[in-house]
């Protein structure tokens, strides 16, 4: 491993999991556990779930989990050496460089200053004769001012092919640089060129001030309209959210959502600074959580065609399952935020944003416009598909107040209504039976492992594994009692694998530590080892409960090696019968 690994387990002993994974997300304890909103998938009733014992972190929901090393690398998406980097500055530690650690270093930084050299020479060019229609379009078409051009960094790509490239190369940087920072492509014949040209350009700066990428907005007919950065080692659109790093900063108390580069900016000229926009993508879980660490309110301001209704009924769900509120922004008179504020000024801007609709009765007002509520047979299915989206509501209160005006609005009574979002829970409490009984009807898969790709030969000895590693996961000192157990004689080689290192942490003076193993272990195998550490196991007889795992651990490794490599695990042969007596029928 290129990070000594005292240096990791020291890291991890000074970064106390529920300190850390609250940063991130809000915690409560409840027995001897905390417990929160997953930040890696939706969901309404907290399965994340953070032992402060074990010093690891497990969603029920989406099973992820780990220790500290692995949530940093998944919530900031890192490496594992940048992850524990991240750490080591929290806790004030100093970070030993290898060879190898210090050239992904040095080669993200490069390109991190060729970002910003990029930058400049946009903005330098929109000053320019060069630049003039992309000062034209900023300054006399958007109304931009001078100093909200500054503050952005905008600028403006030259109508050629090469000019940043030649730029660059002045300064040091070869194309290969380029191609890797997303600011030139090849074609088929390998010829490089500039990746933006003829583009107002929008620099994409991150929450420590970063230009990782750009946005670029043609001036004629050409598609598409807005170019924007690929996906880099230093640049990811779905975990980064335009003018967040100004927004952040915001006194306003709420974050506004819009579609993009230009509401944003207008807005934050027009005394607005709590702006932001995703960046070429809906909205994504990962943007939720950034958000949910800035803001408790959050004010969707979409365009009021088709797809800004579409986007913000995708967006509602996911800002919500984060607890944070949501309203949307219903803009009369104009199609955007932008357009509006020309048309009727800050003040009446200010009024409207005020008035937004909390998210329920902007949906409820959205269904209720796909129907004509004085025909019998539209009304009927108004109220159906109200009722489905109320019978999501996890509360009561909310079912019954906009079940009301669900019912107002049909002129039917309220009772009625009232009884058709029963029906709709009913059958959701249903639906959810049925999927668990069939579940239940195939035990051996429930057995097994959830995570793709790991899989156990032998229940019987995979069961007793996980107990091992439970076991001396929970009081290290075991690892003097296993005797003549080896890794070869585990069924499943990733248990063996994770038994090997852990013995040899052992052996070498350390604390073996689920946290540390985040540099050797996959993410999908981190959250694999972190489902085993979760499920309960009673310390009172350890050793004898040791002693009864490895039994079982070598007397199947006994009968594996006496049977030939076609011998069968009993309860997975038994499944496979239910399943061929399924298929066809039996």
Not at 130 to 159: E, N, W
Request: hydrophobic share 35%; net charge positive.
């Amino acid at each position: 491993m290129a990070i000594p690994e005292a240096f990791i387990d020291e890291v991890v002993a000074r970064n106390e999991i529920s300190d850390v994974v609250s940063s991130y997300v809000h915690l409560t304890r409840k027995g001897n556990n905390m417990w929160g909103l997953c930040p890696f998938h939706n969901e309404k009733t907290p399965s994340f779930s953070v032992s402060t014992e074990k010093q690891i972190y497990h969603c029920f929901g989406c099973g992820k989990g780990g220790g500290v090393i692995s949530f940093i690398m998944e919530i900031e998406n890192l490496p594992f050496v940048e992850a524990v980097r991240l750490l080591a500055q929290r806790a004030g530690l100093e970070m030993p460089e290898s060879g190898e650690n210090e050239g992904w270093r040095r080669r993200k930084e490069r390109l991190l200053t060729l970002n910003k050299e990029a930058a400049r020479f946009f903005h330098e060019t929109l000053k320019s004769p060069a630049g003039a229609a992309g000062a034209a379009y900023l300054f006399q078409k958007r109304g931009l001012s001078r100093g909200i051009v500054t503050r952005f960094g905008l600028g403006m790509a030259p109508d050629r092919w090469d000019s940043l490239i030649q730029a660059m190369a002045e300064k040091g940087y070869s194309k290969r640089e380029l191609l890797d920072a997303g600011l030139a492509v090849d074609n088929k014949k390998g010829r490089i060129y500039d990746r933006f040209r003829n583009r107002v350009m929008f620099p994409i700066i991150d929450l420590r001030g970063e230009v990782i990428g750009f946005g670029g907005r043609v001036l004629d007919d050409s598609t598409p309209k807005y170019l924007n950065s690929p996906d880099t080692v230093i640049y990811n659109k779905s975990r980064n959210l335009f003018a967040l790093n100004i927004a952040k900063k915001s006194k306003l108390g709420r974050i506004i959502l819009t579609e993009g580069y230009m509401d944003t900016i207008s807005l934050h000229q027009a005394g607005f600074d709590c702006a932001v926009a995703s960046l070429g993508t809906s909205l994504t879980q990962e943007h939720a959580q950034l958000l949910s660490r800035y803001t408790k309110e959050a004010v969707i301001a979409y365009d009021g065609d088709g797809a800004g209704v579409k986007a913000a009924q995708r967006a509602i769900p996911i800002l919500e399952k984060t607890g944070i509120q949501v309203k949307v922004l219903q803009i009369r008179g104009a199609k955007d935020p932008d357009e509006y504020i020309k048309k009727y000024g800050r003040e009446a801007f200010a009024k409207m944003l005020d008035q937004s609709e909390n998210h329920i009765e902007y949906r409820l007002r959205q269904i209720q416009g796909k129907y004509d509520l004085t025909d019998d047979a539209q009304k009927v299915e108004f109220l159906r598909e109200a009722a489905a989206m109320l019978a999501t509501l996890p509360s009561p209160v909310e079912r019954e107040i906009y079940g009301g005006r669900a019912a107002e609005a049909a002129g039917v009574t309220p009772a009625a209504m009232e009884q058709e979002v029963k029906r709709e829970l009913s059958r959701r409490i249903r639906q959810a039976k049925k999927q668990q009984e069939r579940r239940d009807l195939t035990p051996a898969v429930q057995l097994q492992p959830k995570e793709y790709g790991i899989r156990y030969p032998n229940m019987r000895s995979g069961r007793a594994e996980e107990g091992v590693l439970r076991l001396m996961l929970l009081e290290p000192s075991l690892f003097r009692e296993t005797g003549s157990l080896t890794a070869e004689q585990f069924s499943a080689p990733l248990l063996g694998r994770i038994y090997s290192i852990l013995l040899r942490q052992f052996r070498e003076g350390r604390t073996p530590q689920a946290a540390s193993l985040a540099g050797d272990l996959s993410p999908e195998e981190m959250s694999f080892l972190s489902g085993i550490m979760g499920r309960p196991e009673s310390l009172a007889n350890s050793r004898q409960a040791l002693r009864d795992y490895i039994n079982v651990i070598q007397t199947e490794a006994v009968k594996r090696s006496g049977a030939g490599d076609g011998a069968e695990d009993p309860l997975l042969t038994a499944m496979e019968k239910f399943r061929e007596k399924k298929a066809y029928g039996g």
